[in-house]
């Protein structure tokens, strides 16, 4: 299965936005954990959060972690990251990964991750 992610758009500063990933198939078969991912022009790409299908396990890159969520709608087969507070920092293209490495956690590990969508803009702006 492939992933799509979607809810990116253009915000103020200070707003909010949803971000959604989903598979293309309508199943994460044989994925255990899904992450976040952002790449701004000039610079590297970082991992954001994960969650592991299986169990709920979820890991932050500390920077990310008192403005950003990972949760998962296992029912839809779809992985949420829910940014607040955003800033115009936060302007990047999107990604969302798919592994099936994972056991019982997830890392940020983008050798972990072997199916990548093709991400999403977000822009925060006034």
């Known amino acids: 299965a492939q992933v799509v992610e979607s809810g990116g758009g253009l915000v103020q500063p200070g707003g909010s936005l949803r971000l959604s990933c989903a598979a293309s198939?309508?199943?994460?078969?044989?994925?255990?954990?899904i992450a976040w991912f952002r790449q701004a022009p000039g610079k590297e790409r970082e991992g954001i959060a994960c969650i592991n299908l299986k169990n709920g396990y979820t890991y932050y890159s500390q920077p990310m972690k008192d403005r950003f969520a990972i949760s998962a709608d296992n029912a839809e087969n779809t992985v949420f990251l829910q940014m607040n507070s955003l800033k115009p920092e936060d302007n990047a293209v999107y990604s969302c990964a798919a592994s099936s490495v994972a056991a019982r956690g997830c890392s940020l590990l983008v050798m972990a991750y072997r199916t990548w969508g093709q991400g999403t803009q977000v822009t925060v702006s006034s």
């Open positions: 198939s309508g199943a994460y078969t044989g994925y255990s954990a």
